[in-house]
């Protein structure tokens, strides 16, 4: 038997070194060709490491959220035939670099995680008893799935979480939910006290969002400007649009209507369109219009990009949200996908809210934000009548962008989006 060392690779574009964000496999495991072992993060995407060769564990180089130089040593497999390493006399292969393996945990509280290729153990949420984790042992979940736990009344320390490093999906909390037995007899009252606490490691994708929200607020002058939008005849033009084309073309949802007006929009606002290099004291306006779009996944926000949204016609830009979108939240986007945007636009759909602040996507200035659509009575003529109604809530950096410009953009936004046959008018 060999040892095969897999070293941290060169990932590209200059990159010296990677944060190692989560381990799919750990000391003792029997791994094959090409399954993936671990991710690492870069500045603009996550990674996936693939081990070369089948084998053992021995060891591990790293914990989660450590910050590793290209070419240092991340795993090493006890492999057949003679390996790619020789350990000096007085070193032993477990020894360097071992991450000692956890004490198991009982069967029925986690689920060993899984990369997307590898072979899947049969398991059955049915078949699994209730056990709850320990008090300080946080399930791991997106806020969509917590909110709606909470909505439910359901603690997930009780929910069997069947993603990875068990974290607990909605179809988590489907399986859960259709045993009412379980669910309303081993769940503790909700008015018991409580007296545990959590340290959370902010690492991964948690850690980049929140050095560039730091770096976002610390550098650049913010300020927003909200504005009230008729949208009932967008939303009929929507609609109909849907009824028609639908089927042959795919559902349009208002993001690619916004995608529009803002395309036509910076067309007479093209300081609005532009990066700013704060360093070099530099201010490239972009003719072309690469709008990032604001997405939240399981593990955090991140900013695909729409390419070209100037060329694209609502569907083919609808199309290209959804395809990039979807890249994100299931961390498939490449670095190309996650880079490169000019203006962003954030929606938070039905939990839009009435106002938001986005915060602005440097080195860009300017966030356009999309809050609920409601139906409320407004005065037209002086008479009430009941209009579906939306904000805008945007953000500019307020040293590049004047306040007029940016309400003079917004307005004309506004004006697109209240009379969208204009949208189309060349």
């Known amino acids: 038997m060999g040892t095969h060392v897999i070293k941290m690779p060169d990932i590209g574009e200059g990159i010296a070194q990677v944060e190692l964000v989560e381990w799919f496999v750990k000391v003792g495991d029997v791994i094959a060709e090409d399954q993936v072992v671990a991710d690492v993060m870069t500045d603009k995407a996550t990674v996936e490491?693939?081990?070369p060769v089948s084998g053992k564990v021995l060891a591990l180089g790293g914990q989660p959220g450590e910050v590793m130089a290209v070419g240092s040593e991340l795993i090493r497999i006890e492999v057949e035939g003679s390996g790619n390493h020789v350990d000096a006399p007085q070193a032993k292969p477990a020894e360097l670099h071992a991450i000692p393996e956890p004490a198991p945990a009982p069967a029925q509280t986690r689920v060993e995680p899984q990369p997307e290729n590898r072979p899947q153990p049969a398991t059955s949420?049915?078949?699994a008893p209730i056990v709850p984790r320990e008090a300080h042992d946080k399930p791991l979940a997106s806020p969509a799935v917590r909110k709606r736990a909470l909505d439910a009344g359901i603690e997930l320390r009780y929910v069997h979480g069947s993603g990875p490093a068990g974290r607990i999906l909605h179809e988590d909390l489907d399986t859960f939910m259709s045993k009412p037995q379980i669910a309303l007899g081993q769940a503790p009252a909700g008015y018991g006290k409580r007296t545990d606490?959590?340290?959370v490691p902010v690492i991964g994708l948690r850690r980049k969002i929140a050095q560039r929200m730091q770096d976002a607020k610390r550098r650049v002058a913010h300020f927003s400007y909200v504005e009230e939008i008729d949208v009932t005849q967008l939303e009929a033009l929507r609609q109909q649009l849907n009824a028609k084309y639908g089927e042959s073309r795919g559902k349009l949802t208002l993001l690619p209507f916004l995608v529009r007006a803002m395309v036509v929009a910076l067309r007479d606002f093209p300081q609005i369109n532009a990066t700013y290099d704060d360093e070099a004291q530099i201010i490239t306006r972009h003719g072309a219009v690469h709008v990032g779009i604001a997405t939240q996944g399981d593990n955090g926000l991140m900013?695909?990009?729409?390419?070209?949204?100037e060329a694209g016609s609502l569907w083919s830009n609808a199309s290209e949200i959804a395809r990039v979108a979807h890249a994100a939240r299931n961390n498939k986007a490449s670095r190309e996908e996650l880079s490169g945007s000019t203006i962003t636009l954030t929606s938070?759909?039905?939990l839009g809210g009435i106002v938001s602040t986005p915060v602005v996507n440097t080195p860009e200035v300017a966030i356009v934000g999309v809050n609920r659509m409601v139906e409320r009575p407004v005065v037209?003529?002086?008479?009430?009548v009941v209009r579906k109604m939306m904000n805008l809530s945007s953000s500019f950096d307020h040293r590049v962008v004047d306040g007029m410009d940016a309400a003079l953009f917004i307005q004309a936004v506004r004006g697109l989006l209240e009379q969208p046959a204009c949208l189309f008018v060349e």
């Not at 900013?303 to 949204?309: C, E, G, Q, Y």
Request: glycine share 8%; aromatic share 0%; no cysteine.
């Open 303 to 309: 900013v695909p990009v729409l390419r070209h949204a």
């Open 380 to 384: 037209i003529d002086g008479q009430i």
């Open 49 to 51: 490491i693939p081990s």
């Open 348 to 350: 938070l759909g039905a």
């Open 125 to 127: 949420h049915a078949a």
């Open 197 to 199: 606490s959590e340290q």
